[in-house]
């Protein structure tokens, strides 16, 4: 199958996970990712700290595509150097700049193995974009946020999505974590959503 074979609107629906929903059988391929969809969501979401979405593939017997979960997240500006407040202030009117952004944190996302190939990930960024944008969404939200894995093709994945670092380099971000002598196993990327509508309505 080519990638652009494989519409995710159209072929997938998307589900709250239920016990009944085998999630043993999804894998994509990272340990850590695997174990929270395998063992940790539902905890997570018993405690209201993030919850869990589902693709699953209608012409498969509804096989699971992707998952990922969400939380409510924020960017405190008020921890963030000056050029790096700058930037993310950039498009934010002088009277609306505050210390703290609302915004939604993908905590975990992962497409499986099977699917490896198809763009699957590109289009769930897609989705949850649209959907944290949409009029009817019931809470403000100005970015996404994520905690990427520093892995070169994770962060170009999320780099080709409209994903920005929120510093600069994984020096700069070590510094602001207070971490010394250690490679940061994830790095702190951003995607504002103002931005991307304003690209998406000049593409048109």
Request: aromatic share 12%; charged share 30%.
């Amino acid at each position: 199958m080519r990638s652009w074979d494989f519409d995710l609107s159209k072929r997938c629906d998307k589900v709250r996970p239920v016990p009944g929903l085998i999630l043993e059988k999804f894998s994509c391929g990272n340990e850590e990712i695997d174990s929270f969809f395998h063992h940790d969501a539902f905890l997570y979401e018993n405690e209201m700290m993030s919850k869990t979405y589902s693709f699953i593939d209608r012409m498969s017997g509804n096989r699971i595509v992707s998952m990922f979960s969400l939380s409510n997240d924020s960017i405190k500006t008020n921890i963030l150097t000056n050029p790096v407040r700058n930037k993310l202030q950039r498009n934010i009117p002088n009277k609306k700049r505050k210390q703290s952004y609302p915004a939604v944190l993908i905590g975990q996302l992962g497409v499986d193995l099977s699917y490896r190939g198809l763009r699957i990930g590109h289009q769930v960024l897609e989705y949850i974009k649209k959907w944290m944008t949409h009029p009817e969404n019931k809470t403000g939200c100005r970015f996404l946020v994520i905690d990427a894995l520093n892995v070169g093709e994770i962060l170009l994945f999320y780099e080709e999505n409209g994903f920005k670092y929120l510093y600069p380099s994984e020096a700069d971000e070590r510094d602001a974590r207070n971490i010394t002598d250690v490679r940061l196993k994830s790095r702190s990327m951003y995607c504002d959503l103002k931005e991307w509508i304003h690209e998406q309505i000049a593409s048109y």
